[in-house]
């Protein structure tokens, strides 16, 4: 049974993303979706809330399954058996900071092997931070996210609005 683990903090969960894990799934057994506290950011939505939004999106896909991660990546894949990480490389620009990110993760545990996929053409400038900006700024977002997706960042906004 082949797994791979992707992480991501998916703030939110873009079409972009549901194109890496249903391609994903034609080359593995398990897609497992790890979501990242990712405290670094200033995220719309919690951990919590981000890990059903995936998993109310993802509910067709009989391969994926969604879980929420504290601490290293390494650790998460050994604990649910992954034999791979799998990043979504978009432009050239994505490229440094994934290979940092591979490399630290093999040094970590040397047996941490690292998939990039490239989405389709038409996600590839869809961005979890341009959806945000988009939906802030009231244009047309609907159409690079899941519909789940798209109502909750609908909610959310009309909840900081109405604050
Ligand atoms: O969607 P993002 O924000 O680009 O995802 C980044 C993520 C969550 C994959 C990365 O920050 C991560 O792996 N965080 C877990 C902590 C960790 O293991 N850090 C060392 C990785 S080199």
Excluded: W
């Excluded at 960042?153 to 009309?158: Q, T, Y």
């Amino acid at each position: 049974m082949k797994t791979v683990l992707y992480p991501g903090s998916f703030d939110p969960f873009t079409n972009g993303h549901m194109d890496l894990v249903t391609r994903a799934g034609q080359l593995f057994d398990r897609v497992i979706v790890a979501v990242a506290v990712n405290s670094g950011k200033n995220p719309m939505f919690t951990l919590e809330e981000r890990r059903q939004l995936i998993a109310e999106s993802c509910s067709h896909l009989a391969h994926v399954e969604v879980v929420a991660f504290e601490g290293l990546l390494v650790e998460a894949m050994a604990l649910y058996g992954a034999n791979a990480v799998l990043r979504g490389l978009r432009a050239f620009s994505d490229f440094e900071y994934e290979l940092q990110m591979a490399l630290m993760n093999r040094n970590l545990m040397p047996q941490c092997e690292t998939i990039f996929m490239m989405p389709t053409l038409k996600n590839s400038f869809v961005s979890s931070s341009l959806v945000k900006e988009v939906a802030r700024l009231e244009g047309d977002f609907d159409r690079y996210v899941p519909e789940p997706v798209a109502k909750a960042v609908r909610a959310r906004l009309a909840e900081q609005r109405a604050k």
